[in-house]
């Protein structure tokens, strides 16, 4: 996958649950929300993209999210 597409998708989903009160709880949706509706291969590409070297253009939430549960998504 594009790696511009994956970071795109999935700043929109953290846009999404950073509204939430809780940081911590926002990070565990968002990673349930990764897990079931994206293709492993997208969730593949998305540890590759923020677990090491974080994306430049990858929302906070997104880069720590990956981080504390990259085993998680896999």
Avoid at 11 to 28: G, K, L, T, V, Y
């Amino acid at each position: 996958m594009r790696a511009e597409y994956i970071i795109k998708q999935a700043n929109q989903i953290a846009s999404f649950f950073e509204s939430m009160p809780d940081q911590a709880q926002a990070d565990r949706d968002f990673v349930t929300h990764i897990r079931k509706f994206w293709d492993p291969r997208m969730r593949r590409d998305l540890l590759s993209l923020v677990a090491d070297a974080p994306a430049a253009d990858a929302h906070p939430m997104v880069i720590r999210a990956v981080r504390v549960y990259r085993g998680e998504i896999t």
